[in-house]
């Protein structure tokens, strides 16, 4: 069964880093291109990050470039994302993706694209 697992969200002051891990289990990371998502309250899901198969090409919502960066190692079918000087609005539910793709190097940040979701960590960015 496919699944995946979220971890490493918390409360962390503005300023402050988190790195979350996304888990893979029941299928090989390497055919799927993989994505970050978040919710706020009230608001809709969005975009965070996104990378590619081969790892080739990585994408960043305007919000976190420069502070957040993605990565994955596919030998631990893990994901990361590494998140500094968080903000306050930074804060939300954040969610991994997959989808099996064919391609290297393609990257998107559309939920409508993803098959498999995680169920959520929390990240709370308060003073």
């Known amino acids: 069964q496919l699944q995946l697992v979220e971890s490493g969200g918390g409360l962390v002051q503005p300023g402050g880093s988190l790195r979350l891990s996304c888990a893979l289990s029941g299928f090989t990371l390497d055919d799927y291109l993989i994505g970050w998502f978040r919710q706020a309250p009230g608001k809709e899901r969005e975009g965070v990050s996104c990378?590619?198969?081969?790892?080739?090409?990585?994408a960043y919502a305007d919000s976190v470039k420069g502070r957040f960066t993605i990565s994955r190692e596919n030998a631990k079918n893990t994901v990361f994302l590494q998140m500094n000087s968080l903000k306050p609005e930074d804060t939300g539910v954040y969610y991994c993706a997959a989808t099996r793709t064919n391609l290297q190097n393609i990257c998107s940040m559309t939920s409508g694209r993803y098959n498999y979701w995680g169920q959520g960590t929390q990240v709370t960015v308060s003073s």
């Open positions: 990378i590619s198969r081969s790892a080739g090409r990585t």
